[in-house]
Nanobody, 114 residues
Framework: QVQLVESGGGLVQPGGSLRLSCAASGSISMYLMGWYRQAPGEQRELVAVIGRGGSTSYADSVKGRFTISRDNAKNTVYLQMNSLKLEDTAVYYC?????????WGQGTQVTVSS
């Protein structure tokens, strides 16, 4: 079992950047790690995932703007978000999957507003 804690959210203007971090309580080297987001009144959606070997996949809406990365030595996953848009406003959640284990952080708010 692993506990996940997100940080780095905040208020940013359109076109700005933020970097989210997800710190795990233990080793994540064997986990599939991902970032999801949920906007008010919407379902939670996948933003990006990164495999154990570093392969990545992104939602079409963030391709070319967001980058997911992992540092297994620090038990941390990152989401670099550039060229932020109003529609990126949401609570962003970190997720880790390994076998039947499916773990979530508490979320961090990202608000894009002028």
């Amino acid at each position: 079992q692993v506990q996940l804690v997100e940080s780095g959210g905040g208020l940013v203007q359109p076109g700005g950047s933020l970097r989210l971090s997800c710190a795990a309580s233990g080793s994540i080297s064997m986990y599939l790690m991902g970032w999801y987001r949920q906007a008010p009144g919407e379902q939670r959606e996948l933003v990006a995932v990164i495999g154990r070997g570093g392969s990545t996949s992104y939602a079409d809406s963030v391709k070319g703007r967001f980058t997911i990365s992992r540092d297994n030595a620090k038990n941390t996953v990152y989401l670099q978000m550039n060229s932020l848009k109003l529609e990126d406003t949401a609570v962003y959640y970190c997720n880790g999957k390994r076998g039947i284990g499916d773990y979530w952080g508490q979320g961090t708010q990202v608000t894009v507003s002028s």
